[in-house]
């Protein structure tokens, strides 16, 4: 996934430790193989590479990633939308040529973007892609849902005290022994004073072109893309940090919040409503936040 993977748990003794560390990682790779837009082999690739207008019977896997995908588009209006790999492919093409396409190139792009031309069954663990050309990416979510699949296989283990991180997204279980939770330090561009959240059995993942933007004739373009219009990434520096109680929903929002802003704008209020347990970052401002909504201290035995 093009990311650094960070697994710190603690166990009985180091042989158990050492065993599921190595588990989490090997699940993470597992999935990789399954939701990669760059493995012509993966799973996602072949769904792609598929007839369009013809179902597929896809691994629970695949289609669970997919349906929280398309739930995070319904609720923001498609303000985050798997679909956009099209733009996405483009946007990566200027990064390599440092020229940006022509209007009509663009344009064309935009028509094979749209959520509801993905259609997903639920009762046969299907998917159709309804257009010819269309290309999904999972970039905005799939790391996320690794890190909660990591996550779920530790805890089958019986290790509660965990963390696991990729790249910007991050997951934690119950805190440290002798610890009230896992303090995480939160930058926008890893230079700018940190933010710090204290955290348990919750996930935190931040969105922001930092890392990943071009400037062509004197234009920054994010690598992040808003899937209602035929351009070339956001123009404008952005930086979204998102606290929820999954790191899918996490990923997911934060990417979604890039675009249509963390103000108090109806569009995100409607999203929001249906993520009750989320607390937003503002970068920019001095904040400490000791508790977020989402945390849940039930699933922690204090005793050990």
Not at 22 to 48: D, G, T
Not at 86 to 114: F, H, I, K, N, Y
Not at 179 to 198: F, K
Not at 251 to 269: C, E, F, K, Q, W
Request: aromatic share 4%; hydrophobic share 40%; glycine share 8%.
């Amino acid at each position: 996934m093009a990311a650094d993977a960070r697994v710190v748990l603690y166990a009985r003794d180091e042989s158990i430790a050492r065993n599921a560390a190595e588990e989490a990682i090997s699940r993470m790779h597992e999935l990789e193989a399954i939701m990669s837009s760059f493995q012509p082999n993966s799973e996602l690739s072949r769904l792609v590479a598929s007839e369009p207008g013809v179902t597929h019977r896809i691994s629970d896997e695949l289609y669970r990633v997919l349906d929280a995908a398309q739930q995070i588009a319904h609720h923001s209006d498609g303000a985050f939308d798997i679909t956009i790999g099209p733009l996405t492919q483009l946007w990566r093409r200027a990064r390599d040529t440092g020229a940006t396409p022509d209007e009509s190139t663009l344009a064309e792009a935009a028509q094979l973007v749209g959520w509801r031309m993905l259609t997903l069954d639920g009762s046969n663990r299907t998917a159709k892609l309804e257009t010819e050309g269309m290309m999904l990416d999972l970039g905005g979510i799939g790391k996320g849902f690794a890190v909660d699949e990591a996550m779920a296989l530790l805890r089958e283990r019986g290790i509660t005290r965990c963390l696991i991180g990729l790249s910007g997204d991050m997951a934690v279980g119950c805190p440290p022994p002798g610890q009230r939770g896992w303090s995480i330090a939160v930058s926008a561009d890893g230079t700018r004073e940190a933010i710090t959240v204290t955290l348990t059995n919750a996930a935190i993942s931040t969105s922001g072109d930092h890392y990943q933007h071009i400037v062509i004739d004197g234009v920054r373009r994010s690598h992040i893309h808003d899937p209602t219009e035929p351009s070339l990434g956001l123009h404008d520096q952005t930086a979204v940090t998102v606290i929820a109680p999954t790191a899918t929903i996490a990923d997911g929002l934060a990417t979604a919040l890039s675009v249509i802003g963390i103000d108090d704008s109806p569009r995100t209020a409607k999203l929001l409503r249906h993520y009750p347990a989320v607390h937003l970052i503002q970068h920019g401002q001095q904040t400490k936040l000791e508790k977020a909504d989402c945390n849940d201290d039930r699933l922690c035995d204090t005793t050990d």
